[in-house]
Each structure stands twice: as structure tokens, then as C-alpha cells.
């Protein structure tokens, strides 16, 4: 840092990710405090010297606030952030370092939810699937609003679809508590109860049982529009679940 100045953390390599992407990656706590306080010493014009101070909260300059989040919202190749990387590699002390400076640099923890990479995929969808659920869990409570917990990525799945998939079952639960849908339903009609199926025909099976156990949820499960990515209430469309109890359903009979 020193030898190269802050030219050298906006270098991206073959997958566009810079110094400090591959530090939340490699949840390299204190590799991300040298670099935000080197950031926050060029900001405030302060000498460079060989030891850099820990971080520690203060009210942030204007300039300080601005090249923050010049880093922070850095994306990659596949337009995933610090913060995403560090909740998909379950990196959590880099997590909950990253989520500090976001309120530091005055950043909504909102926005930060609702930002997306290439695939649609959120900070908690990428928490959802990693193989720590303690990631998805303080994303849960850190952010604690059921919007964010519904949104949907390219393939119509809602975090609750990915950590059922993931067998994070206390996620699961505070996801549900929190106000998570049980009734989203994903591009191919399927529940989050079924993203842990095998294979679309064992998710399908799933569905008929569920419906002969509790034939009212038929009337409760919303299926998506051909277009549609997060999840719509349109009754006048068939509901997936009725369309295989028929003796002339040839895949179950």
C-alpha cells in the first residue's frame, strides 16, 4: 500500500475483484481494516507511515464518506460487492466489519439488501446457501425487515428456497418468524418446501402430498406470471399443485 498508494486497491483481477474483495473472500479481518484506514488516511490527507491505527468510529469528512464507499460498492465480474463475496464464502467477522462500515459511511443497510449481482442474487440468497447459516442469521437480524427476506433472484427463488435447499434449518425458522413467504413459489411452480428435492419430479411428488395432507392450500399458493420475478397473487391462473392428482397425469400414474 505504502510503496503503490491507492491506485493499487482499484487494480481488478481476472474476475474483476480487487484487494478487498479477495480479502472478504478470504475473510482476512485485518487485511480489510488496513485497507479502509489507508482509505481513510488519503482521504483525510494525513502522512502515510509504516503502521496503520486500527479503525475506530468517528464522524466521517465528506471525503472520507465518499471514497468508503467508492470501495464498498466496488463489484466484480459478476457484479457482486465485498459485502455479497464475504456472506457467500461464509466469511462472518468480515461480514459484520463490512456491515459497520456501511453505517459508518452512511450507507443503507437497505439498499445494500436490495443490490443484486448478475444472477439477482441479494447479500442473504448468497447467506442463504453458504455453509455457514450463522451468516444468513445475522443478515436476518441485522437487517430484520420481511421485504427483503421475499425478493427473488433470476430463477424466482426467495432465501427461504435456499436455505431449505442448504438444510439450514434454524435459518429456516428465523426466516419464518421474520415474515419470509411459505407460499412464494419459484419459475418452475416450486415451494420452498420442495427446494431440497433431488430432482423436479421428487419436488413434484412433495407438492401432491402436501396438498393431500391440506387440500386449503389450494387456494393460498400464488403462482408467478410468465414475466413476473418476485412472486404474484393471481388466482385466475391454475394452481401447480392441482395439476397432477389426475388419473391422467401420465408422470404419476
Known amino acids: 500500500l505504502h510503496s503503490f498508494g491507492l491506485p493499487c486497491l482499484r487494480i481488478q483481477d481476472y474476475?474483476?475483484?480487487?484487494?478487498?474483495?479477495?480479502?472478504?473472500?478470504?475473510?482476512?479481518?485485518?487485511?480489510?481494516?488496513?485497507?479502509?484506514?489507508f482509505v481513510l488516511r488519503n482521504a483525510a490527507g494525513e502522512p502515510e507511515s509504516p503502521s496503520l491505527p486500527p479503525l475506530s468510529p468517528h464522524p466521517r469528512t465528506a471525503e472520507e464518506i465518499r471514497l468508503m464507499s467508492?470501495?464498498?460498492?466496488?463489484?466484480?465480474?459478476t457484479g457482486r460487492t465485498s459485502l455479497m463475496l464475504a456472506a457467500a464464502h461464509s466469511?462472518?467477522?468480515?461480514?459484520?466489519?463490512?456491515?459497520s462500515l456501511y453505517e459508518e459511511a452512511k450507507l443503507s443497510?437497505?439498499?445494500?439488501?436490495?443490490?443484486?449481482?448478475?444472477?439477482?442474487?441479494?447479500?442473504?440468497?448468497?447467506?442463504?446457501?453458504?455453509?455457514?447459516?450463522?451468516?444468513?442469521?445475522?443478515?436476518?437480524?441485522?437487517?430484520?425487515?420481511?421485504?427483503?427476506?421475499?425478493?427473488?433472484?433470476?430463477?424466482?427463488r426467495t432465501p427461504l428456497h435456499l436455505a431449505v435447499g442448504a438444510g439450514h434449518i434454524k435459518l429456516v425458522e428465523r426466516l419464518l418468524s421474520a415474515g419470509a413467504n411459505v407460499f412464494a413459489v419459484d419459475d418452475k411452480h416450486q415451494l420452498p418446501i420442495c427446494a431440497g428435492a433431488p430432482n423436479p419430479r421428487v419436488a413434484k411428488c412433495l407438492s401432491v402430498l402436501l396438498l393431500a395432507m391440506m387440500p386449503s392450500l389450494a387456494s393460498k399458493i400464488?403462482?408467478?406470471?410468465?414475466?413476473?420475478?418476485?412472486?404474484?397473487?393471481?388466482?385466475?391462473?391454475?394452481?401447480?399443485?392441482?395439476d397432477s392428482i389426475h388419473s391422467s397425469d401420465s408422470e404419476f400414474f
Not at 439488501?113 to 442474487?121: F, I, P, Q, R
Not at 403462482?223 to 399443485?241: C, H
Open 70 to 77: 467508492y470501495f464498498l460498492e466496488m463489484v466484480d465480474s
Open 109 to 156: 443497510l437497505a439498499s445494500f439488501m436490495a443490490k443484486v449481482d448478475s444472477e439477482g442474487l441479494t447479500a442473504l440468497h448468497h447467506a442463504a446457501s453458504a455453509a455457514d447459516e450463522s451468516i444468513g442469521l445475522f443478515l436476518v437480524e441485522t437487517i430484520n425487515d420481511p421485504t427483503y427476506f421475499n425478493l427473488t433472484d433470476r430463477l424466482g
Open 222 to 242: 400464488p403462482v408467478p406470471s410468465s414475466t413476473a420475478k418476485t412472486p404474484t397473487f393471481d388466482r385466475r391462473v391454475r394452481n401447480p399443485l392441482t
Open 91 to 99: 466469511a462472518l467477522s468480515t461480514l459484520q466489519l463490512l456491515v
Open 15 to 37: 474476475r474483476g475483484r480487487s484487494p478487498l474483495h479477495v480479502a472478504a473472500v478470504n475473510d482476512q479481518v485485518a487485511c480489510v481494516e488496513c485497507i479502509i484506514s
